[in-house]
């Protein structure tokens, strides 16, 4: 349930990019939307598996396919919307 809830916070932190990009500057934004977004998202993603593996006692290879599925998903729709807009 927790890594549900968390992949849905990276689809908002999406929706909040590319809310901020058409408010800043319309659909020619939507590039720069998605390379702010990567970034960002990668660390939370990180960040997550680090918590996984220092406080919940998971180890680097039970943590690793959680994080790739964590942060693959909203970068893959940010990415479909980068293809799409330019």
Known sequence: MRTII???GGFL??????????LLGGA???GTAVKV???IWLVLA??????GVARA???????LPIFLLIFS????AALF????FS
């Open 6 to 8: 968390i992949i849905l």
């Open 13 to 22: 932190l999406l929706a909040v990019c590319i809310g901020a990009a058409r």
């Open 28 to 30: 020619a934004t939507m």
């Open 37 to 39: 977004f990567i970034p």
């Open 46 to 51: 990180g960040i997550n598996m680090w918590i």
């Open 57 to 63: 006692g998971y180890s680097v290879t039970e943590e």
């Open 73 to 76: 998903l909203p970068a893959a």
């Open 81 to 84: 919307i980068w293809w799409k």
